[in-house]
């Protein structure tokens, strides 16, 4: 096992972790022992977050360094991988035998563990979060055993967006689909008058995935339309133009200039590296930001919009990009997109922290009315009562956290702060 012991900090040099020190495991034993001897311990993940959820007053603990071990199941219906495996790791290993997964995050240097700990999602009015996939899990406890979690069991809804306060999570079991071909194109200049009433769920629906970017000018930027190709087919006919919005030939460059990007030119190749907007083999983002990111219900979108629109001249100073996205509703307890399809709207800010700090409790108070759930790994103002009227089975989740752990070895920082009224 390596450990360092100097103050490190997350992806994005938002935050630097209070935690002592932290450990990286190279077996689950390993692993293992480290949790039944530390008093106070939390997972972390490939650090991707961007406030402190994943940190805490004791060690943090990276299960990085434990072997992927990719295993599919002999019907090839799933696979079974190391928590801290990379999703883009994952979906090439899956792709060489012609799998898929149903969806992908933006980038695809997260971790599978950490991703699903807090409901991390792509796009697509029909597709649920990653956690969705998520057949079990399998997680240390507080006396450093195992125990298996797996759909179907009576504390899987409770347990599948847990951020990191059930335990150390080592093998995630996933559903897989066969592998399938996706093409990506991308639009520019949709009005914003497409977005008026089921406009959003409209546009949501376009393709298998679609993701809108603005800066609040006079229109809606970019679309990128994910569509996937249906099999047996070489290729779809795509509109040269939605809503007045008019297909270009490749991406416009908006948030970095780097050629970072998954192809946008209407080729067609592998969901692996289409699904992600970011490619595995660069920097993705502008990395020199902070992100924050609400969901509301997508029926609710069209005037959610209007709300943070009003606010637009105080936004786009410290403004980078906003994007939104859809995402199916799931049963999960502590999941945003809980009981709920949700618009997502994401803002990825210049690292301006004092005027994005006093600029989020108006976005807050905007969007009050469509209750909003900030996303648990982005920066937000939300209290811990907000947090409580927003989460129906919080009260659940606390119990269940109190049976695996009364002590509170995996609390801490924020879960404790928002999430568990400790
Ligand atoms: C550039 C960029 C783009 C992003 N794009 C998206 C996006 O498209 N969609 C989206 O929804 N989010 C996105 N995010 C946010 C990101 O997906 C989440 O913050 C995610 O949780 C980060 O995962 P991680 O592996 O880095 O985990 P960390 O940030 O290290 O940890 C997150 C949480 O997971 C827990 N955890 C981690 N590993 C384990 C484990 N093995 N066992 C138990 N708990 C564990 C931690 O305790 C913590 O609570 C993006 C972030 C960045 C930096």
């Known amino acids: 096992m390596t450990f360092t012991a100097e103050r490190e900090q997350n992806w994005a040099g938002t ?32 650090r991707h977050s961007f406030n402190d959820v994943a940190d805490g007053p004791g060690v943090l603990v990276s299960t990085t360094e434990i072997p992927a071990d990719i295993v599919i199941a002999p019907d090839r219906s799933s696979v079974t991988v190391g928590a801290g495996t990379r999703y883009g ?52 406890g507080a006396d450093g055993s195992l125990r298996t979690v797996s759909r179907g069991d009576a504390e899987f809804a409770g347990s599948v967006v847990h951020l990191g306060a ?12 066969p592998s399938y071909r996706v093409r990506q194109d991308v639009y520019l200049g949709v009005p914003w008058s497409a977005l008026e009433g089921a406009g959003v769920r409209e546009l ?39 809503r007045g919005a008019k297909r270009h030939a490749n991406r416009v460059a908006f948030v970095s200039e780097d050629d970072n990007t998954t192809p946008m030119d209407g080729s067609v190749g592998s969901w692996a590296e289409r699904l992600p907007h970011f490619r595995l083999d660069r920097t993705p983002s502008n990395g020199d930001e902070i ?12 005037e959610a919009l209007a709300a943070v629109r009003a606010l637009s001249d105080r936004i786009q100073p410290h403004l980078l990009v906003t994007e939104l996205r ?12 809980q009981g709920r399809d949700s618009l ?71 879960v404790d702060r928002l999430v568990l009224g400790r």
């Open 166 to 177: 059930l335990g150390v999570v080592t093998r995630v079991t996933l559903d897989v689909q």
């Open 89 to 140: 790791i994952l979906a090439l290993a899956l792709e060489e035998e012609g799998l898929a997964l149903h969806n992908m995050g933006s980038l695809p240097h997260i971790s599978v563990g950490g991703a699903t700990a807090t409901g991390t999602h792509g796009s697509g009015a029909a597709n649920g979060s990653l956690s969705t996939a998520i057949r079990a899990l399998e997680f240390v």
């Open 326 to 337: 859809a995402i199916a509703a799931d049963d999960f307890w502590l999941s945003e997109t």
């Open 344 to 414: 997502a709207i994401h803002f990825t800010w210049a690292k301006h922290v004092e005027e994005v700090t006093a600029l989020l409790p108006d976005i807050e108070e905007a969007l009050r009315p469509f209750t909003p759930r900030p996303h648990w790994g982005k920066v937000s103002a939300i209290s811990a009562a907000d947090v409580e009227a927003r989460y129906p089975r919080l009260g659940d989740f606390r119990a269940l956290v109190a049976k695996h752990d009364p002590d509170g070895k995996f609390g801490g920082g924020f």
């Open 291 to 302: 992100q924050t990111e609400y969901f509301v219900s997508l029926d609710e979108g069209s």
């Open 204 to 242: 949501m629906s376009l393709g298998y995935s679609t993701s809108l970017f603005t800066v609040y000018g006079d229109d809606i930027t970019q679309m990128w339309v994910k569509s996937r190709i249906p099999e047996g087919q070489a290729d779809i006919d795509v509109p040269d133009e939605i």
């Open 15 to 46: 935050h630097v972790y209070g935690a002592t020190r932290i450990l990286q495991p190279r077996s689950v034993s390993e692993l293992q022992e480290a949790v039944a001897t530390e008093p106070k311990i939390r997972a972390l993940g490939t």
